[in-house]
T-cell receptor, first 114, second 109 residues
Framework: IAGITQAPTSQILAAGRRMTLRCTQD?????MYWYRQDLGLGLRLIHY???????GKGEVPDGYSVSRANTDDFPLTLASAVPSQTSVYFC?????????????FGEGSRLTVL | GQNIDQPTEMTATEGAIVQINCTYQ??????LFWYQQHAGEAPTFLSY??LDGLEEKGRFSSFLSRSKGYSYLLLKELQMKDSASYLC??????????WGAGTKLIIKP
């Protein structure tokens, strides 16, 4: 089934540990995004990539890094996790040629940092 | 600063009609989106408005007034499965999406 796959679905992590959230899409979309979603707040953009080989910082990039080696994959890395990074993380993609710019989301990765 | 406002929670009855409002203040405007998000799931696209007026799609309609910085999502013939959060988002002049915190809609029988 075409779409976006995230892994892991859920993870509990000790503070200070390194963690990579994986995201793969098979829709050949140019643009990909990482958001975090916290209770009472709107989705907040962490990093984005308009095309393979390029990345940009979003609203809340500190403590996170991304890479975009190819069109399909867009991993998000927490170099040294802190409790404030406890959140639900959503990867999304969009077709830059689309009239609407509709985002397609993965199922989310729930991360708890203790 | 940029801001999207929508009610935190609304309750409606099965079979009825509900209107979820969204007001926005952004640097520029390149379209307004509505997404539906069931609890524990990913957001899914509902509608996109870039011009003033009403866009109808089945039981769901979305309205936009750019001069008033205002949109609403209208849900008709409510079903229990419509219980979800509804997210309003605006694309600003830099083509970045600014998201509201979402409106949790509770449908009662």
């Amino acid at each position: 089934i075409a779409g976006i796959t995230q892994a892991p679905t859920s993870q509990i992590l000790a503070a200070g540990r390194r963690m990579t959230l994986r995201c793969t899409q098979d829709m050949r979309h140019n643009a990909m995004y990482w958001y975090r979603q916290d209770l009472g707040l709107g989705l907040r953009l962490i990093h984005y990539s308009n095309t393979a080989g390029t990345t940009g910082k979003g609203e809340v990039p500190d403590g996170y890094s991304v890479s975009r080696a190819n069109t399909d994959d867009f991993p998000l890395t927490l170099a040294s996790a802190v409790p404030s990074q406890t959140s639900v993380y959503f990867c999304a993609s969009s077709d830059s040629d689309s009239n609407t710019g509709e985002l397609f989301f993965g199922e989310g990765s729930r991360l708890t940092v203790l | 600063g940029q801001n999207i406002d929508q009610p935190t929670e609304m309750t409606a009855t099965e079979g009825a009609i509900v209107q979820i409002n969204c007001t926005y203040q952004t640097s520029g405007f390149n379209g307004l989106f509505w997404y539906q998000q069931h609890a524990g799931e990913a957001p899914t696209f509902l509608s996109y408005n870039v011009l003033d007026g009403l866009e109808e799609k089945g039981r769901f309609s979305s309205f936009l007034s750019r001069s008033k910085g205002y949109s609403y999502l209208l849900l008709k013939e409510l079903q229990m499965k419509d219980s979800a959060s509804y997210l309003c988002a605006v694309m600003d002049s830099n083509y970045q999406l600014i998201w509201g915190a979402g409106t949790k809609l509770i449908i009662k029988p």
